[in-house]
């Protein structure tokens, strides 16, 4: 009866074995498709992520948001001349150049709001330039080891017994289902970054119609670095990723292998919680509030 339960045991073992080992090498299949997309997706100008909403965007915005701005520009500019005025002594000491250095200041203003989608769209295509080169150099897939270590794993596997392999079963499996979770953690991310620019270069018009008065530009210059903070926070993504690849692959030479296991989530809840925080360490890097 005895040889019954040993065989039994064994075939529950080799069972457990080699669902583990199957589990343990595609562990980050789903992670790695992930991280190739993420190049693609904060690589993306906001035309060319979508299309569809890019157009909308615009158009709300020479529709609805750009007879505003004019208003506004209007205002400024006119604010912008009677500041002139005083400053040169309410006319005592007048100086007909300044009308000249309102006429150019409006000139300026007025080429900067019938362009402020080219210049909102350059910021984006110098940092997609940068994120693209970026991915040029960090490209690469998460692997454990290769075949190396899988059989490394395979011998320590094979020296523990039902009771231990069940456990380690159990751990690979919650693992993969935080790399899951931070499959679709890394989507929302991306995603809400780009609804995020979205929304903010809807009301591009606005700001920019400051940008030539002293006191009014501020509104002007800190919508810029706004612009730069989004625009490079696709960087600061890559580079979370790339941290996140390098602290992973060189799991597989460590002894443990339930340190390997729980190690890649300690990187996975470590990976989603900087990848919230790239947002405000970009808008603090460009000063922006």
Not at 131 to 145: F, H, M, T, W
Request: hydrophobic share 50%; proline share 1%; net charge negative.
């Amino acid at each position: 009866m005895s040889w019954l339960i040993d065989a039994i045991s064994d075939w529950l073992k080799q069972l457990l074995i080699d669902g583990i080992l199957a589990k343990y090498s595609g562990l980050f299949d789903e992670i790695n498709e992930q991280i190739g997309e993420i190049a693609v997706q904060v690589g993306s100008s906001p035309s060319d992520w979508n299309f569809n909403v890019f157009n909308t965007v615009k158009n709300l915005s020479e529709t609805v948001v750009i007879p505003i701005a004019g208003i506004i520009l209007t205002y400024v500019l006119c604010y912008e001349l009677i500041q002139m005025v005083v400053t040169g002594n309410n006319f005592r000491d007048f100086d007909t150049a300044i009308f000249f250095k309102w006429i150019l200041k409006t000139f300026i203003a007025v080429y900067i709001l019938t362009n402020t989608f080219n210049i909102t769209m350059a910021i984006f295509d110098v940092a997609q330039s940068i994120v693209n080169d970026a991915a040029g150099v960090i490209r690469g897939s998460i692997e454990l080891g290769g075949d190396a270590t899988l059989a490394s794993i395979q011998t320590e596997l094979e020296a523990m017994g039902v009771g231990e392999l069940i456990g380690v079963y159990l751990e690979t499996n919650i693992v993969g289902l935080c790399l899951w979770a931070m499959r679709l953690f890394i989507f929302v991310v991306v995603w809400g970054r780009m609804m995020e620019i979205y929304l903010t270069i809807s009301l591009a018009p606005i700001p920019m119609s400051t940008m030539v008065n002293h006191q009014w530009g501020q509104i002007g210059n800190n919508y810029l670095k706004s612009l730069f903070a989004l625009a490079f926070q696709g960087f600061l993504i890559m580079v979370c990723v790339a941290i996140y690849t390098a602290l992973v692959t060189s799991i597989g030479s460590t002894d443990s292998l339930h340190g390997s296991i729980w190690s890649v989530a300690g990187y996975t809840a470590l990976l989603c919680f900087i990848l919230l925080k790239t947002g405000s360490i970009s808008k603090s890097v460009f000063s922006s509030h």
